[in-house]
Each structure stands twice: as C-alpha cells, then as structure tokens.
C-alpha cells in the first residue's frame, strides 16, 4: 500500500538508537528525508552514515533545554529550508529508581527530557505545519504511563503526561494536523540494556540477578505475547500513524506492547 511519505521531511528527536534509529530507518526505506537528532555525537554520526541514500540532516543537541531543543531542530532542519511534514518526538529517559531512591532533581530531569522537550519541539514546528494546513505528530508515550508499575514512577508519570497532552493537541489542531501517541511497553533497547538502565531496575525489584531480570519482568506482566519487543516492531506502528494510511485517525494511542494493557477502556 502506498504510505505517501516519499518526500516528506520527517523529525526524529532521540534519534541516535533504540526506537529512533529503527524509525529513521523505517521512514527512509518509504522514500522519506529526515531530519534526526540525539545528543550521542557518535551513534548518530553513524546512523546517518547507514542512511547514505536518503536525504538527512542532523544535530547533535541537549534535547532537556529549550534552547537545545529549538536550536537542534532549526539546524536538523536547515537542509529543507525549515520545512517540516512529520514530528516524531520521540526522545526520552528515567532515572529508573524506586520512589524512595528518586530526588527531586531527578523527577526535574526526567520531565523536562520526556514531556517537555515534546511540548517545546511541537510549540517550535506547529507555526509551520499550520500555514501548511497539513502536518502529523506522533508522539512516544509507554504502556506504563497507562498502567505504572512499582519501579520508574517519575518515567510512567513524565510518560501519563505526553498522552494527555496528546489528546488535547489533536483536538486543538485539527482538522489539518493530526497528533497521535504510541505506547510500547517492553522495547529492547539501550534503556533496558544500558547500566542502571530497566534491566538493572527490575533485577532490583524481582530480586533476580540481571541478566534473568527481563524474563521476570515479562512473566511479571503476564504478557500474551510472551517476549520483549523490538524497535523494529513499535517503528512500523509510527510509520503507519505518520503515514496517509492513518489518515482518519488522531487523539490515538497505539499500544504496541505484546498485549500488556488488560483493560478495555484503555
């Protein structure tokens, strides 16, 4: 089916690896350019190295500041002249702790990466998309900012916040912008992967040793699907949502989390 990406300039924030790198990857094999940014200089030097086909510029910028983050999507941005089809805010992080380990600081950090930084790069772009008359974000919530759980409370909070903001931004902008979330539950990535990172989090809360932590953490959430998901997977969901395919649809969340959810009102 045709996606009608081919040409559409498309922004990844956190695009470096994980779910952004596969996102990149997955919009350039529709013929996209795009537009990436992420603070590790070298992942994502690389990154667009692998995109050699594709039209793309790039950042390295400080995606928890205002300043970084206008700046970064200006100079990302600068090879299409400012122009922007497709926001994909996708960037974010936790500190990872239990609630009695977590400080202020870290509650700060964490909103500032997840939620802020999306309500700052939209506030930037939706000037442009409006006189346009057209344009779509998807933004990158959690399955755990709709069913939290013992550990990351400041994450599934930072994460509860983005799909509120979700809903109210699609109504607010359409009919010509649509706004749309997913919401991947388990996602190997860098944040299980990394030291601290959930591997080390959920080791600490099923007291298992790390490297039995993800399949305790996914036998914990009794998921049908049984395993941990892979960016690939929640990238194809976000292409889907930018594309004309997901023409009709706006103030969604697409959960792609291996059946996490069990409620049906959510």
């Known amino acids: 089916m045709e996606t009608g990406l081919a040409g559409k300039v498309v ?3 956190g695009a470096a690896s994980g779910i952004g790198a596969a996102s990149a990857r997955a919009f350039a ?3 996209a350019r795009l537009a990436l940014i992420d603070h590790d200089e070298s992942r994502l030097k690389g990154l667009v190295d692998d995109l050699s086909g594709t039209t793309v510029g790039h950042a390295i910028a400080d995606l928890s500041t205002l300043d970084g983050t206008t700046a970064g999507l200006d100079e990302a941005l600068s090879p299409f002249d400012g122009h922007v089809d497709v926001l ?3 960037v974010g992080a936790g500190s990872l702790g239990l609630f009695d380990t977590l400080t202020d600081q870290d509650w700060i950090d964490t909103l500032e990466l997840n939620f802020l930084s999306q309500v700052r790069a939209a506030t930037h772009l939706l000037p442009r998309m409006r006189a346009a008359q057209s344009g779509v974000i998807v933004n990158n919530a959690s399955d755990l900012g709709r069913q ?34 997913v919401a991947p539950g388990a996602t190997m990535s860098p944040m299980w992967s990394m030291p601290g990172g959930l ?8 007291g298992v040793p790390r490297e039995e932590s993800i399949e305790a953490e996914m036998k914990a959430r009794n998921l049908p699907l049984a395993r941990i998901g892979t960016p690939e ?3 194809n969901v976000v292409v889907f ?22 409620s049906i009102l959510q």
């Open 233 to 235: 997977e929640v990238a």
């Open 148 to 181: 939290p759980i013992v550990g990351g409370p400041d994450y599934a909070a930072s994460k509860a916040a983005i799909l509120s903001f979700t809903t109210s931004l699609a109504k607010s902008e359409g009919p010509y912008i649509r706004v749309n979330a």
């Open 11 to 13: 922004v990844i924030t």
């Open 241 to 262: 949502l930018a594309s004309d395919l997901a023409s009709y649809v706006t103030a969604s969340v697409y959960g792609v989390d291996g059946g996490s959810i069990g």
């Open 29 to 31: 094999a529709e013929g």
């Open 199 to 206: 591997a080390d989090t959920f080791a600490a809360i099923h």
């Open 88 to 90: 994909f805010n996708n």
